[in-house]
């Protein structure tokens, strides 16, 4: 049964994106008290919230008749146009106020959707987040947040539910986007990193288990040491939650933002291609985590953990 919705919550929200970020926040804020109106193309991912007190809407411009504050977490710059300015788009809705954003898109894209948002007389709020799928089921998030003071603070009760670290960096749209590409970006050089190494240690006859207890107490610890390795990768069940496009996507804006800015990026170029290689031999759907088959592949080694051996249903 929901609880009663925390002081200072906005009367009246929408989420849109109920997938595997969306639908873990959009359930943290229902069992808070929070009154939803939820839209999503998937229609088993809006059933699932329906059930714990969700009220469903038949598309962007319905949640924005019913929703002054409407939040959405999306998968691609596409997705994010059609859903605020389509034929059913956020924008036509009668109650719109205040557009809350989740999904990463880079900078200049913020700039530009919160122009056209603006025509319509609907201000933007940049919240991009960290954390992963299990860290938003956890409420353990991080959200980096820039847009107009007022408008922070009353989305904050919100932002609290579902993050556990909550950060403004600036007042313009935009600038938490900079944040979070710099946060992917030492987070895909991590996991890159982590995948060569292990690939290495396996070959040379070191135990991978081994490998991440005696990392996770040295200075070459990281979070792909600390929990994709561990959890993902040594288990072969590669189940961390992100797929290589939204991966392949924040890269390439991160690239894209640095050039802009005049940033020369060595490592982060090189990690881009190997992405881009990744992509092509495997496809946009895998886990992000399944980038050490391919060095794997070079190898001639697999990278296998204790837990991998244990039958199905067997680790928690």
């Not at 719109?96 to 989740?102: D, E, I, P, T």
């Not at 292990?198 to 600390?226: C, H, P, Q, Y």
Request: aromatic residues 6%; glycine residues 12%; charged residues 20%.
């Amino acid at each position: 049964m929901a609880g009663k919705a925390a002081k200072g919550t906005p009367a009246s929200v929408g989420f849109i994106g109920t997938g595997s970020m969306g639908g873990p926040m959009a359930a943290r804020m229902l069992a808070q008290g929070v009154p939803l109106v939820v839209y999503d193309t998937s229609s088993r991912a809006v059933a699932a919230l329906v059930k714990k007190g969700a009220r469903a809407a038949r598309s962007p411009a319905e949640v924005a008749d019913r929703a002054a504050t409407v939040l959405f977490c999306l998968p691609s710059l596409e997705a994010i146009r059609e859903v605020l300015f389509g034929r059913r788009g956020v924008v036509h809705g009668r109650a719109r106020k205040l557009a809350v954003n989740f999904s990463t898109t880079g900078a200049e894209f913020v700039r530009e959707i919160a122009s056209g948002l603006a025509e319509h007389r609907v201000a933007l709020l940049d919240c991009p987040i960290t954390g992963g799928s299990r860290g938003a089921a956890a409420g353990t998030l991080s959200i980096s947040v820039s847009g107009g003071a007022a408008h922070c603070r009353a989305v904050d009760p919100l932002l609290r539910m579902v993050a556990k670290h909550v950060f403004r960096v600036g007042p313009q749209p935009g600038q938490a986007q900079t944040m979070k590409l710099i946060n992917n970006l030492l987070s895909f050089v991590a996991l890159a990193g982590t995948c060569e190494a292990f690939v290495m240690g396996v070959k040379a006859g070191l135990d991978a288990d081994m490998m991440v207890e005696i990392l996770n107490t040295g200075t070459g610890r990281n979070s792909a040491t600390e929990t994709k390795m561990p959890l993902n990768v040594l288990p072969r069940t590669f189940d961390y939650g992100a797929k290589m496009a939204i991966s392949w996507k924040d890269l390439r804006l991160c690239l894209e933002e640095a050039e802009a800015l005049g940033v020369t990026m060595w490592v982060g170029s090189a990690v881009r291609q190997l992405w881009g290689y990744a992509v092509a031999h495997g496809g946009t759907e895998p886990d992000v985590t399944t980038l050490v088959k391919h060095i794997e592949a070079w190898a001639g080694v697999e990278v296998k953990g204790r837990a991998a051996a244990r039958p199905k249903g067997g680790r928690k």
